[in-house]
């Protein structure tokens, strides 16, 4: 799939930490694989909230004097995958709100559906908007409340329906909540005398520790007075965690839900070998996210794991596209085959997901130019049928090319020798009885839609 | 005087006028003796509005690119000087609110003095608040009021007491607003098909464009359907345009309320020199706002005119500060003093302003080391005794040192050979009848000071 | 004539002066005006010689941490107005070699006529020019010559044409050099225990020093262990000091062979003013270099001097330019005329210089805009009639209305209604018995021009 | 090793191909591991050659608009890995010298040991060198020459000793050299109408082009009217290709006199596995280098091959470093361990080298941290024992740990429960009878070393 699906963001929060901000620019450093176009890093000193945000790179927005300057022992940031647009730095959160009774600010990975709902309630009560992004939408949700801050927090909570995993954070304390249907990962630990809470445990490793504790579906986790207190904002709740987050997006030396994400992807190669009889000379995957399904197939079909193609490390967004007459040259500046391992070989390539066709083919293609006698295309994913809405940016209804073509079509359209995609069920199995969002390969959606609803009808 | 006061901004806007966001730009180049902190210009283009703004001249701010992508026949910007503080990037202007019934933007020039009664009401009221700018909260009350846009702003307006030349753009409209007292100037002329709105008469003239019309106190102004309509918003007006407009801030080029500053300039020099019997070999002037006083006092006073005083063209805000060892650098970096005209002399040098003191002693001191026999210092305006809450700069009242030493004191300190002011009623004389605000001089305010009234008890 | 003239550079060197890196940045900020292109500093610290440079204003090119890291005792540096082309980098100066033998940095105002010569010569012998510099050229022949540092530059010195003033910093000395017919200004002068050099005086004045001595035409001052030495390397000299810097390259308050440049330029609007019969209203200057002429004119004519014309002081080389179809936008966005002063009357406006004709028209233009009556232009200099080669880029004599036009056909074209000059004697008389180089007004070459004698006959 | 080690840089060319200068951005694209400090294109154009470079990966460096201005049909580019110092631009390449009879642009991968002597006696005879990199000796010496530019670079090239891959650039032609030894890489292929030329074969397969001709040692390739002609300037020649080209720089998918990388590496991991009998669990490789040795060993033991650790993609050079109270983050920021896969088992860790030991005694205890149980590491190639002076950037010898400790004593100081590396003769084994340089195993150098002799005697 291979650069044609992003998500949204990634959020990381440091409690009652030495060096806050800095705790958080390693954190978000680690998430960077979670959205590349925009960081920011907000952090509580002296009972001020101050806040440094760019586009690009945590490591390019960030000097050292900036996060000498945030400083502080609590901070929540942001990295984030924007989907474009000329309004863009409104956008870039921590978002802050700074009233007469303290300063909050806020960060968000998810997406939710009843936005438009609640931004007309809001804009009639005479709320105005800066920006696009939900996170504005829930600061100005909070600010109606009436409470303490967990109070205000957990009403609004209660009324977004959609993926959220949202860090708030005041002057004296920050709080994780999650939503009811737990489509996003978030995840807390104990640190020095404090706490760190993040996206995926990969930024807890870097830090030297190695357990953690999910936030649950439903459940609002306050951080205040030196200790951590949990919440259930709501009882109706269920385990619907994205499965694009075990299949394409999470590091694979992160935990979700108890599952390595290592050891998930390898799982699927494994099922996918074991129903499948192509007789091959070696399995290669496509670099990054595709390597560990590849080394479980090949461990299961007994074919050879080989390193077929080779993926540039410099690859950035600046990157000269080729004009219209080069039209080939683009995948080729991120990926290339070893002529060497695939010539005259009968190759299994197995890749995570299918979105929209155009890039498979092309690293078809770029095997058999570099001599590959067969290329087997395994999907370590079911088709994709459905659009997500819920914080995956996989392209419109129309753009999914499974949502067009049977896997025969596919096959022939991306210019495959065979091709074959995972079950849901065989997914749901690699999940080991976790509980899956399955709507982009099934069109079961775990909440209402509201105004979304009207994308599929079209 | 001499770059311790400072104003808070410059206002300018382009109606039905082909390339309105760059007209806007080349308005904004001209006001940027208002502000030199950050520029920023929204544009309407198909009716979204796109705004583009950023710390630094206007020239660097913007690129061709970026004129090109505003596009746009209608467009309002804002250059303005900072008071500093670490959220700066959040109350650059223009602000734009985009809600479902339409986006707004909005410029300010000026200060709401009960702006933290308001900023309570309307927290209380659920709205959240990302920066610390009077045009956001200018903006929630507008989005709180019912009618058409022009109602809204007229409503609004009506409950902001202070200073305030205000802009408000929808995608069909820009509506222009002065506050009761008149305390900012803010004019409008005819180009084109449309219309040109802006703080200062000069941006007018840089288009070729020698006739002007301006908003009057209480009124607002809006340009629609291709014609202008104006309205009182306030019956109960009158006429108190800042004097340091006048004295300070104003380019000379510019008409303000039917007097031209220059004018205006030479004549306070000419009053100050009619009252005066000093004996002196030459008059000069502190580059650049005191040149024209400096030429009606030698006019009037027979004694020649002359340059003594010579101002580094390419002083920047990053100019790196002398350790504290070498202390009068600073000054000699921006002024030199040409020894060959001063020497042996004795100098009449006119200033338009004392705020702290030091400026002026380290002027003196310079005039001094290059040989000056004698420095009498002239000052084109009263003695400020008193901080002001209508957008200048000056400094809090313990830093004036009008309010803590008389005349002689002063002289003393600045280590002059003699100092005169002007009397309040010579430069009511010099504005020839026009109402002023010269509550820095003489502490009368014309408006209720709200929670501003705390300051000058303390 | 306002920004139709451009000089090639400024040059200043600190020796054996605490923090002469940051000496130096004061000293080329004072020297600004000569050049706004690009600015380098090369100091010597500990043997080593550290060079830090780039395009744009000093005060731009320079942080801090840079002139920290610069430091040193010795310490030389230049601003540069820059003829365009792609290569501009490797043009920068100081240029630095570094070789077995120790590191030599050099610094560079004028143009050397037998340029070409020289590097074909130096070419033969087997050097490489990485740039188009004259002063690759000078440290190559410097490599060349035998014996000391001194005696080097000195040799080399002997052999070039043209108009240069010199810098050369080893490790342990700063040799200062100009040339033969004394062209461009330098001079030096004591500061604390060791020294500075400069293209003007103003610099030193910013320092607080306010004597100062020249090196002289075909004379090397050398200092070294301490102390200063001075030699000539030449016998055959004269004064020839360019015209153009006097009447408007350099600061007012500079002292060029002990004539300072305001008084110079108060004496041309003296001598102006003595031939002339014009009746007027008002005298006015065209800012910044014209103001002084003005001055002298109207002390001289009785006629009062006035403020006419307002210059934007924020204007940069990043001004975007206005479309084709708004030609006379450019002129007017770097100057305005205040209508209230010039409205229907008649104008007396003093100009230093005719270049092509093309501002003053549009000069003269802006006035009769405002309503002047009459504008009468006199020019503070003769009619520029011939390129210069050494050093001012005043455009090829095709471009020279002067080259092409008698001042009747230049008034006409202009479109003022009288238009004079002054008489080549006049000037000299101005330059009170100093030798001036005219060689643009009078085509009277002070030196060989070599290859350039052909850019005349063509 | 991962980030101990740093060649100098990678050349590539384009000669008679359309839109030189955006190919050549595609290959230093491709050749961006091989250095990423700065990069930079010179292309001729209308016969004059233009050049733009500056510090950052070549994706950064270059917009679109540069590319264009470049144009060209033929270009050569570069980039680079510095080995920091104050005057880093005067060394970023290419180095283009411009003449009376002519430009000629050069670039260099490699280390010339006669660079002082060389040097010296370019000094001796008046050259000067604004920078330290070889290039400039080069060009200098090439100016010297008398004939064609072909005879110039050949008589320049014969002098030379040490490992030098150089392309020259005039307004007609490229000549491509490579050194007596062979000991970096070069090669050529046929491109549309013309030819491009490059450090390695990786950066022509992403242009689609899949078979090429080496460079020979001592050969000299002459691009000129339209097609290729080849040259020995010296007969007596030997191929010592740098081995670790083979172990660590060259990307996998690049072909090194017939040897494909990747395949190199896999036969190293067998070869090292052949002679083990350690019992283990699985195998992991350090990323990026080591995985193909891994997966070698891996197929040869039958121990499984798992991913153990996973490398942050995003690390980048702007990284902030952690406080000294936080020394192993560094290293974990870069890499992390999955402990579901390491935990409690015994792993054999695979990297290609050993350098100082810091590196590897960090990831020992990184997978100890993450519960392995053991930890055998295996070295894919022998015990660094000897500094190189041929462009690799190794440390000094007092650094190297294989010259201060055996294996058994390097085994303690990185912590590790066994160590092993291979024999020099297995590595020419998987070198399949290519010719190798393994100067920085046994300390045999193939040339003279001159002037670097005196470091090994220290």
């Given amino acids: 799939m291979f650069d044609e699906i992003h998500e949204e963001c990634g959020v990381f929060g440091a409690y009652h930490v030495k060096d806050a901000a800095s705790i958080t620019y390693y954190g978000l450093h680690t998430l960077q694989h979670r959205g ?29 004097e900036k996060l000498e300057q945030l400083g502080g022992n609590n901070a929540i940031g942001h990295v984030r995958y924007s989907t474009a647009g000329g309004q ?24 939710i559906v009843n936005e438009k709902e609640l931004r007309v309630e809001l804009e009639d009560a005479g709320c105005i908007f800066q920006g696009t992004s939900d996170s504005e939408i829930v600061l100005h949700m909070i600010q109606m409340e009436e409470g303490t801050l967990l109070e205000k927090v957990m009403k609004t909570a209660s009324r977004l329906v959609g993926a959220f995993s949202i860090l708030v954070m005041s002057d004296d304390e920050i709080i994780a909540v999650r939503d009811q249907k737990g489509l996003r990962p978030l995840s807390y630990t104990k640190m020095q005398d404090g706490y760190v809470i993040g996206s995926e445990t990969c930024a807890f490793e870097v830090l030297g520790l190695y357990s953690h504790t999910d936030v649950l579906p439903g459940q609002a986790v306050q951080f205040k007075d030196g200790i951590v207190r949990s919440f ?17 997006f999470a590091r694979p030396d992160s935990v979700i839900e108890n599952i390595n994400v290592h050891n998930f992807r390898k799982e699927t190669g494994r099922l996918l070998a074991r129903k499948d009889d192509v007789q091959a000379d070696l399995v290669i995957g496509v670099p990054d996210s595709s390597l560990s399904a590849a080394i479980g197939y090949a461990e299961e079909s007994g074919i050879p794991f080989e390193t077929g ?5 410099f690859v950035g967004r600046t990157f000269i596209q080729p004009t219209q007459s080069q039209r080939d040259r683009g ?11 695939v010539s005259g070989k009968s190759v299994v390539m197995i890749d995570d997901s299918i979105v929209r066709g ?12 570099a001599g590959a006698a067969q290329v087997h295309v395994r999907i370590a994913s079911p088709i994709i049928t459905s659009p997500c809405f819920y914080g995956v940016d996989t392209s ?22 065979s091709l074959k995609f995972m079950e849901i069920e065989e997914l749901k199995a690699a999940a080991d009885g976790n509980g899956l969002c399955t709507a982009c390969f099934d069109g079961k959606y ?7 609803a009207k994308v599929l009808e079209a």
């Fill in 309 to 313: 193609l080779v993926k540039n490390r």
């Fill in 36 to 64: 590349q176009e925009a960081s920011g890093i907000a952090s509580e000193k002296d009972g001020k909230i101050r806040v440094s945000k760019g586009k690009g790179l945590t490591i390019d927005v960030f000097t050292k």
């Fill in 396 to 417: 419109t209804k129309e753009e999914l090319i499974g949502a067009r073509m049977n896997c025969d079509e596919i096959c022939s359209y991306i210019e495959a020798d």
């Fill in 232 to 248: 259930f904002y709501e009882e109706n709740v269920s385990s619907n965690m994205c499965a694009m987050e075990y299949i394409y």
């Fill in 446 to 452: 775990c909440t209402d839609l509201f105004s979304y």
């Fill in 88 to 111: 863009e730095n409104a956008n870039i959160q921590p978002i802050v709100s700074r009233g007469r009774r303290g300063e909050t600010a806020i960060v968000h990975n998810g997406q």
């Fill in 331 to 341: 995948v080729r500046m991120k990926l290339s085959a070893i002529e060497q391992v």
């Fill in 358 to 369: 155009t890039t498979s083919r092309r690293i078809v293609r770029l095997l058999k130019d």
